[in-house]
DNA sequence: CTTCCATTACGAAAACCTTCGTATTAGGTT
DNA sequence: AACCTAATACGAAGGTTTTCGTAATGGAAG
């Protein structure tokens, strides 16, 4: 019986997005994605990795040389559960109150927006 | 020249979104809107509080015997920036994906699609 | 085999977050 | 004034997060 991994922390879910997008990665290439955003030693990189590996949010490849780390959570459920946190803990639940603000904060393209109603398209398809 | 406030914990926000909704509230009535959504004493909300008024996000009014605290930090601001980094650390900046997400967290309402649906109205009413 | 270098392992420091016990204070009541 | 109660103030414990220095290790090259 494998405990359910506790939520990442706000590195954490860098790294995760890191390695969604690559679907593997080393220490070395997680550094340097994440030096891309803000300055970040590489053994800071490797310790979080690490500790990722204990909470059972990534899986270590020990075969090369240079461990290859995959994401261990799905992507899919932990985005929404991260959204989902957002959503109580600021906006009362509310998913418009939300989306609103997410607007607002980028400007979306033309393409996003469409995508976005495409989207509400198929949710209320879903409905009848 | 007073800085920039930090940005609120995890904790901090869901006392700001009560305070948002309330306008202003005392340490009791504070302790006892979190305390609706898990156990939480008092003295838990009172530090808080003390801690947010350190970091300039409430401010307080301590003219009558049970102190009053409110929002110092704008609302819609707050809430932005939590979505913009929640955005770009999860989501790569693709408001999309992250709307995606947060109508697949809750099933959202036949209002609450109509009213995102005008939203997206605006939007690209002001584009042109 | 020895050397060298990139990588991993380890540990610890520093900052922060959350919670709570305890002391102090202010105001109203008797 | 003395007392009771509810509120604030203070500090500290316990946990977590993030960062980094340093040591150990493995593999390749000479």
Known sequence: MSKEPPRPTQSELEILAVLWDAGSATVREVQQALDARRPTGYTTALKLLQIMTEKGLVRRDERERAHRYAPKVPREKTEQQMVGDLLDRAFGGSASRLVMRALSSR???????????TLL???EGEKR
Chains 1, 2 share one sequence.
């Open 107 to 117: 400007q979306a393209t033309p393409e996003e927006l469409e995508r976005i109603r």
């Open 121 to 123: 398209d198929e949710i």
